[in-house]
Antibody, heavy 121, light 107 residues
Framework: QITLKESGPMQVKPTQTLTLTCSFSGFSLITSGVGVAWIRQPPGKALEWVALIHSNDDKRYSPSLKSRLSITKDTSKNQVVLTMANMDPADTATYYC?????????????WGQGTTVTVSS | DIQMTQSPSSLSASVGDRVTITCRASQSISSYLNWYQQRPGKAPQLLIYAASSLQSGVPSRFSGSGSGTDFTLTISCLQPEDFASYYCQQSDNTPYTFGQGTKLEIK
């Protein structure tokens, strides 16, 4: 059974760097074709795709956020870490991580419960 | 980026109704189209992948169709638990963009 869980601070100040961790079980990021994506959702708004890391360490970012993002994996800990620099109140959102397989063809089939981040001074 | 346009943005229907939600991509995405359901306060759940494949455990009243740029999600006989928000997403090219969502409400 695949599970994912996001963790990180509930609140950060503007200009600070956010670090979120996705801890997962039931799959390995060593397995070919597997990926973990980050998606966010501002309050009352639509889902926004943020970043993706594949088992081969291929990394993809949202172009609008790319200059502020870094995604890494720790296969020994079964974790994916997303960092977002220079946080702004507009980055207030629930952040989800999700499992992917097969270069997108099979969608994001398992999601974490999400973690809510508020950006405020 | 590939833009995904969903319609309608909101929809009122009754239990037992058949409803259809459409999604249009700004360029061809073959069949790399997924549908998600999101209930209030919960994470999205995958309903349909590859435009028409039903995710394991999803009731058969949900179905998807389309290819290229035009896609539809159909719910054949609405149940009370189906009143939620629905999102399409393309997974042909990163960024894997979502539609703006359709909120399905009880009439």
């Amino acid at each position: 059974q695949i599970t994912l869980k996001e963790s990180g601070p509930m609140q950060v100040k503007p200009t600070q760097t956010l670090t979120l961790t996705c801890s997962f079980s039931g799959f390995s990021l060593i397995t070919s074709g597997v990926g973990v994506a980050w998606i966010r959702q501002p309050p009352g708004k639509a889902l926004e795709w943020v970043a993706l890391i594949h088992s081969n360490d291929d990394k993809r970012y949202s172009p609008s956020l790319k200059s502020r993002l870094s995604i890494t994996k720790d296969t020994s800990k079964n974790q994916v870490v997303l960092t977002m620099a220079n946080m702004d109140p507009a980055d207030t959102a629930t952040y989800y991580c999700a499992h992917m397989y097969g270069s997108g063809l099979y969608g994001m089939d398992v999601w974490g419960q999400g973690t809510t981040v508020t950006v405020s001074s | 980026d590939i833009q995904m346009t969903q319609s309608p943005s909101s929809l009122s229907a009754s239990v037992g109704d058949r409803v259809t939600i459409t999604c249009r991509a700004s360029q061809s995405i073959s069949s790399y189209l997924n549908w998600y359901q999101q209930r209030p306060g919960k994470a999205p759940q995958l309903l349909i992948y590859a435009a028409s494949s039903l995710q394991s455990g999803v009731p058969s009243r949900f179905s998807g169709s389309g290819s290229g740029t035009d896609f539809t999600l159909t719910i054949s006989c609405l149940q009370p638990e189906d009143f939620a928000s629905y999102y399409c997403q393309q997974s042909d090219n990163t960024p894997y963009t979502f539609g703006q969502g359709t909120k399905l409400e009880i009439k």
